[in-house]
């Protein structure tokens, strides 16, 4: 598999991500822990069924138990974090800090073996983040010392998940079949979490059921596999930058489904993210 396949594969995880918030509002009223538990053994459950398919369950044995946990703790800590984030900070303001991992990961990757960091890089990850701003804190920000705890685990978000990235290129050699080991344990986790934390509510209908599958389908389940791929083995600078699409395409898609209304913001912001893609894609060619 070629450095640029592999970029593309990471790319779908984005685009994935992208359906995200739409899947979540249909699968209400289920609570968020409740709603990982559902989708995490969704996402673990193909990836054993494609593993069985494939290489066999030989190669998760060959796995060392220290890399099942860190995977497992970065999933499961990434979303249990995020949401009590979300609990006692504004949503705009806690999602918008929790959305620095992208610009994270270009910064820390030229700490990576090979990976050379260069000022086209940065700056277009910072403005592909300027665009990405522009979209979740469109509503407005109201910074409150009250919010303080809140912004602290958002930033927590952040480093965890740019931390679990930058590392999985670091254990490029563990295989992709391990993620879903790392689905199903975070099921497991948050099942418990659930069951200690949140009131049992189940999908409403057919449409609930559908939309906790399609979660546990692919944002919540073929995205972290293709991400796998992507920063293993693919152009992780433009991986990093590209994910501010992200949010650009979770609004597109939640107008395209009358749930948001459009926005002359959306444009702008498109430019700034499109724009700071193609001073990523120029930096890497310069590297």
């Known amino acids: 598999m070629s450095r640029n396949q592999a ?20 699968s209400a009223p289920v609570p968020p ?47 249990l974090i995020y949401f009590s984030a979300l609990r006692l900070a504004p949503p705009a303001e806690a999602s918008l800090i929790a959305y620095l991992w992208p610009l994270l990961i270009v910064v820390f990757s030229g700490l990576l ?22 979209i979740v804190a469109r509503g407005g920000i109201s910074a409150s010392a009250e919010s303080l705890p809140g912004y602290g685990l958002a930033f927590l978000c952040a480093l965890t998940w740019s931390g679990y990235s930058l590392l999985s290129r670091r254990m490029g050699k563990v ?7 790392y689905c199903l344990a975070t ?4 099942a418990i979490a659930h069951l200690a934390l949140e009131e049992t509510l ?14 546990g389908l692919g944002p919540v389940g073929l995205a972290f596999y293709t991400w796998d791929v992507g920063v293993k083995r693919g ?53």
């Open 235 to 287: 152009d992780i600078q433009m991986l990093g930058t590209a994910s501010y699409a992200a949010p650009l395409l979770s609004t597109l898609a939640l107008i395209g489904a009358g749930i948001a209304a459009a926005s002359p913001v959306l444009v702008l912001a498109a430019a700034m993210i499109a724009a700071g893609a193609f001073l990523a894609a120029m930096g890497s060619r310069q590297g």
């Open 175 to 181: 295989p992709t079949a391990a993620v879903a080991v």
């Open 7 to 26: 970029t593309l594969i990471g790319f779908s995880a984005v685009a994935l991500w992208a359906l995200l918030a739409l899947f979540t509002v249909a």
């Open 187 to 190: 099921a497991v986790l948050s």
């Open 33 to 79: 822990l409740q709603l990982n538990a559902l989708c995490f053994a969704i996402g673990g459950s193909i990836g054993l069924i494609w593993v069985a398919a494939t290489e066999g369950f030989t190669v998760l044995r060959q796995v060392s138990w220290k890399v099942y946990a860190f995977g497992t703790a970065a999933l499961f800590g990434y979303h």
């Open 113 to 134: 073996p090979g990976e050379r960091l260069n000022r086209l890089h940065v700056f277009g990850a910072v403005v592909a983040f300027a665009g990405a701003a522009l």
């Open 202 to 215: 189940w999908p409403a209908g057919a449409t609930g059921w559908g939309a906790v599958i399609a979660l």
